[in-house]
């Protein structure tokens, strides 16, 4: 019964989207409406089933002679289900009044949504290559789809189609990778591999640090890091803003699960390995970012750009792993950050720009604060978090990953990223200054926008998260689910959880 537990948010949300499927067959005896409540009520069910186990420390592998122990529930895949459950339900609420008010929306969408949610949560419990691989593509595929879901719009198709037709090309990179591991492990199941590890001399098997690094060559390009970036501006500019902050949080922190996984659970003692090409990679993923992010007029392509340059700061954490183990709990810290800081500044351009296409370039943004102050305060709020300013969340998750860099031994690499993080400022608070200290543009005022609907308060519950996480640990001590020391243990028994045999 208790293996049932555990599987059951995969399976429900499985069932979901088939049930979805099915209901899109009749839309015209349900309305976009319809399907935003049904989707979030199964979402909120799903997140309630989650956190019964939330916060154990536990690792087992259910109903082996079915799933062949292809599948790990685990605190550490729990501890993602959460996130990615949240972060789902959060892009739904957000973008209420903006599939509403888009007409090529139809129910199917949400049936597509919750297939890539499913396929993310899969990621995050694949013990096997295969499997893992499987779990990638139904979430990729299902976010193609999104990308592309207005077939009308040309910017849509172009970005479709750089999509998929790069993400299939690496897609075969990872399969040759998978090929190659298995020629020389004769396995493709993750624990084998490990134990494979431990017990022979790899240093003389060049055709296994080959495979992996194919594969590592995947999850390079779906994370958005140097030179596998270059997709990432064409495909957030042409997608539909809700799904760009989907794709931006949401599925970014799906790719980290299984690759932490991999590394940590199986693969550990080769990780330094990569140092050196990974250091490389940082590099130019921190310059050539923050490069972009500075050039950029538009502010859904400065923060797609400014995306690349936080994929640098989390690498930076990735790289220390090898060194220092608590790298690993920086790095999940700081993809709750930037879960709470992106899904918000993303969402919040979404909820501004539903009902018109002005508010697009940084003068559209003009005169905001005078216009719909709380608006933009919450943009603020999300602005000084991606810019690592303290008293949010940001500037936790940053100090955390610095110090942790510095404590395995990449102080220049550290300082880089302090020094990109100080670039940063110009970029985000040009936004900001551009709502406070500049006159409205008559042709971006709105006076009947109505404000109040779900989508605003999901976004000032993001906002709320990102200021309490920040100085969580000052102002509600005594509220022990919003403390950073208890946020931060949590992270700590996730990780922990993938040792435990």
């Not at 040009?430 to 308060?457: G, H």
């Amino acid at each position: 019964m208790s293996q049932i537990i555990h599987i059951l948010p995969v399976l429900t949300v499985l069932i979901a989207a088939v049930a979805l499927m099915f209901m899109s067959m009749y839309e015209n005896k349900f309305s976009i409406k319809t399907f935003i409540t049904v989707s979030s009520v199964v979402l909120v069910a799903t997140l309630i089933m989650a956190f019964i186990p939330f916060g154990e420390s536990y690792s087992i592998r259910p109903y082996e002679s079915i799933f062949n122990d292809v599948l790990i529930f685990d605190t550490f895949s729990n501890f993602f289900h959460v996130l990615l459950i949240g972060g789902t339900l959060l892009t739904l609420l957000i973008g209420e009044h903006y599939f509403q008010h888009r007409s090529y929306f139809k129910g199917e969408f949400f049936s597509i949504l919750l297939f890539a949610l499913f396929g993310m949560m899969l990621l995050a419990n694949a013990n096997e290559l295969v499997t893992a691989y499987i779990a990638l593509e139904i979430a990729s595929f299902a976010v193609y789809i999104m990308v592309g879901y207005n077939s009308e719009d040309s910017r849509r198709v172009e970005a479709i189609f750089k999509y998929l037709v790069l993400g299939s090309f690496i897609g075969a990179f990872y399969l040759l990778g998978v090929v190659l591991v298995y020629g020389v492990t004769q396995t493709t199941n993750l624990t084998e591999i490990a134990t494979f590890i431990t017990t022979n001399n790899v240093a003389d098997m060049p055709l296994l640090y080959i495979g992996l690094t194919l594969i590592l060559f995947t999850f390079l390009f779906k994370i958005s890091a140097f030179p596998f970036q270059q997709w990432v501006l064409d495909v957030y500019r042409g997608a539909p803003m809700i799904i760009t902050a989907f794709m931006a949080s949401t599925f970014k922190i799906a790719i980290f699960s299984f690759f932490l996984r991999a590394i940590l659970q199986d693969i550990e003692p080769l990780i330094n390995f990569w140092d050196s090409i990974i250091y490389v990679i940082i590099v130019f993923t921190l310059v050539f970012g923050t490069w972009l992010a500075v050039t950029q007029k538009i502010v859904k392509r400065m923060l797609a750009a400014s995306s690349i340059v936080h994929t640098g700061y989390m690498l930076l954490a990735f790289i220390a792993i090898g060194q220092n183990i608590d790298a690993a709990y920086a790095i999940v810290f700081y993809l709750i950050a930037y879960l709470l800081s992106a899904l918000g500044s993303f969402g919040l351009v979404s909820h501004i720009i539903s009902e018109t296409k002005v508010r697009v370039t940084y003068d559209d943004f003009k005169g905001l604060a005078h216009e719909r102050p709380f608006l933009a305060a919450m943009m603020t709020v999300f602005m000084f978090s991606l810019a690592g300013i303290p008293s949010t969340i940001g500037f936790i998750g940053k100090f955390y990953v610095f110090t942790e860099a510095i404590n395995a031994g990449f102080t220049a690499l550290a300082i880089l990223a302090i020094v990109a993080t100080f670039v940063s400022v110009y970029y985000y608070f040009k936004l900001i200054a551009m709502m406070y200290f500049y006159p409205t543009k008559e042709e971006c005022v709105s006076n009947d926008f109505n404000d109040r609907r779900i989508s605003t308060y999901a976004i000032a519950f993001l906002a709320i998260a990102t200021v309490v996480g920040g100085i969580g640990s000052v102002i509600v001590f005594f509220i022990p689910a919003l403390n950073i020391d208890s946020l931060i243990n949590l992270t700590q028994i996730s990780i922990q959880s993938l040792f435990i045999k």
